[in-house]
């Protein structure tokens, strides 16, 4: 019995080995381990042997039963493994060349953006958002742009709602900033402004702004130009010159634009320019002491100027770009060079 005992155990073995599948498997499984399979008939066998034996090979059952179990198990694991796919790497050749992976940028106009408010931060200026959805009380009224300003005329803005507009200019930032805060105040908001107008060279109907304010106790005319030329010089180079001329804007008084000495030809005169030495930038001016009323700031106590700038204007004189469109085609050759 003992020698039969072997030979199962080599058997079964064997065709456990040989099995292919999962289903394969079961069938050994059961043709030794089964209720009625081989193994249980050799138990049944025991009977007939002799007292001195029974026990020694009733044992050496127990343990072939024990050492089959854990074989199955982990041929089992081993089909399950292989039908999931694991276990057949495929050939890797380490001589290949890697892959080349192009690294992505920052669109010019965002590192416009970074560059504006790392110049007006070291100025403490704090950035500040507004929303890009805006109410007419906040893009026009507050700003005392009155109810037949051409710039509210629907040709030039895209309402959405009654009374509701994507905003087409940042200076509202500078109304919801006055309500929550008390001076001093000294912020920029860059974001998204939406106007009407049919695409041009120089015009796309979404662009950026930024708005600057400051308010404080005596602030002049003179601290905003001082700003502006810091900033200008900043960004432009030492070189650049500045010119203020007297401008007219609803909710700043006096008002002004200011222009810079042509980056392309230093100021003699060429097509960039329009033959005028000078491109404007902006548009600024003390804050019109109706605006702070609508706030409820003291206007007999405090100043401030304001300014606002386009910043795809900025980028193509920073960048020598000559159609703003080229910012919003996210043509990958044009990007990649930034
Ligand atoms: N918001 C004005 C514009 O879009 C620019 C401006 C801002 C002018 C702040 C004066 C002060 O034209």
Redesign the pocket.
């Known amino acids: 019995m003992r020698a039969r005992l072997e030979e199962v155990r080599e058997q079964a073995l064997e065709e456990l080995e040989k099995s292919k599948n999962i289903s394969q498997l079961e069938d050994v499984r059961n043709k030794f381990l089964g209720r009625k399979g081989i193994l249980a008939q050799q138990m049944k066998l025991l009977k007939t042997a002799s007292p001195e034996e029974k026990p020694v090979i009733g044992k050496a059952a127990n343990e072939l039963k024990a050492l089959l179990s854990s074989e199955f198990a982990r041929k089992l694991e081993g089909l399950k493994r292989s039908q999931r796919g694991e276990g057949k790497r495929p050939f890797f050749d380490v001589t290949l060349p890697g892959k080349k992976r192009t690294l992505g940028k920052l669109h010019p106009i965002t590192r416009t953006i970074q560059h504006i408010e790392e110049i007006f931060g070291e100025l403490g200026f704090k950035c500040v958002f507004g929303p890009e959805i805006e109410t007419e009380y906040y893009n026009f009224d507050a700003l005392s742009m009155i109810e037949n300003h051409p710039a509210r005329d629907e040709q030039d803005s895209f309402y959405i709602g009654k009374g509701i507009l994507l905003r ?4 509202p930032v500078q109304i919801r900033v006055m309500e929550k805060e008390k001076p001093p105040i000294r912020i920029i908001a860059t974001g998204k402004c939406f106007r009407r107008d049919a695409a041009d060279a120089s015009h796309t109907s979404m662009f950026h ?1 930024v ?1 600057g304010l400051l308010v404080d106790k005596r602030v002049t005319f003179g601290d905003l130009k001082g700003v502006l030329e810091v900033f200008v010089k900043r960004m432009f180079g030492s070189e650049v010159r500045m010119r203020f001329r007297p401008d007219f ?1 609803p ?2 008084e006096p ?1 002004a634009d200011a222009a810079i000495s042509c980056i392309m030809c230093g100021g003699e005169g060429c097509s960039s320019c329009g033959g005028s030495g000078w491109i404007e930038i902006l ?3 003390m804050v019109d002491p109706e605006v702070f009323r609508k706030v409820n700031y003291d206007s007999e106590k405090y100043t401030g100027f ?3 700038m386009g910043i795809e204007r900025i980028a193509m004189l920073k960048y020598g770009i000559n159609d703003i469109r080229l910012f919003l085609e996210n043509d990958i050759r044009f990007l990649s060079q930034f």
């Open positions: 087409t200019q940042t200076s702004q708005e804007f909710f700043t008002s548009g600024a001016g304001a300014f606002g």
